[in-house]
């Protein structure tokens, strides 16, 4: 009978198919693991878009920025997908902000080949904001250290004056990658430090009439931009935490009191309740977003609508 041989033959025709499936998966995985592409030179990653926006500026056509944080996602909870890890072994440097919880988990995995800097170095840090989130000693070790009572504020982009420092830092980062073309990167930088101290003595200019005003929001995004354009930000919720009615009834009452103009709300935000909030404030709410790739613009606009909205307030009293 031939069936015994036909049926050993399949079997081996099997498990050779398994083999090379096996050894495609564990190339994959080394490859995310400890291997980069060819085409690495030339790639560059940033933690979220408005450090592309200011890396972009400054490195040129020559290379290739991208973004590690996808679209939508939330900073203070991402969890880098396989696709993202291999996009940035795949690159010749790393650029972090240098406050986010995600970044932690990254810096000292073995990026094999691949450059890290800090782009938020020597940027002065608000605390405080943040005691709701769970930032652990590693984290605080990379800015000198707080208590978890007293985190560090991880949103550094929303200040214009932080944002040129971080392209200050990109700079340095690219004349040490490319020295070559260091003449390149400061004739670029220059560039773009003439765009951001127009951008903030527009905003100044924009808000001028705004000193001392208050506006809310439900996760305190805005901590820097409210603290360089002397504001204040009412921050009405808290992420991944439950709030009692009590609590709620309260910052109401705290923003009614200081007089808040309008409800800053992040594009994932639900709609039904950001109506909710803002009408038991008597607010008008507004979808902003932080992480938009043109920060220039995204921090004029918000100046522009804190602006329209006291006005408004003024007006109604």
Known sequence: MKTA???VNLLLIMLNVIRN??????????AVGCGRSVNADNRLVVSIEPQRYLLERIAGPKWTVTTLLDRGEDPENFDPSVASLRNLYD???????????????????????????DTGRGLDH??????HCNHSDEHDDIHGGHDHEDAVDPHVWTSVENARRMAANMLKAMIELDPADSAVYRANYKALELSLDSCRARISAILSDCRGMAFM???PSLSYFAAENGLEQLAMGMDNKEMSVTEFRNNIDVARKEGASVFLVQPDFDAGRSRAVADEAGVRSVTVNTLAYDMQAE??????IISSSTSRQTVRE
Request: proline letters at 2%.
């Open 21 to 30: 499936l096996m050894s495609v998966v564990v190339a994959g995985l080394c």
């Open 126 to 131: 608000l605390h405080g904001t943040h005691t």
């Open 217 to 219: 929001v439900w996760h």
């Open 91 to 117: 690159s010749r440097a790393y650029f972090i902000v240098g406050t986010l919880d995600f970044e932690r988990g990254l810096i000292g995995r073995g990026q094999a080949g691949v450059t890290l800097f």
């Open 5 to 7: 041989p036909i049926f």
């Open 299 to 304: 921090l004029l606009r918000i100046a522009e």
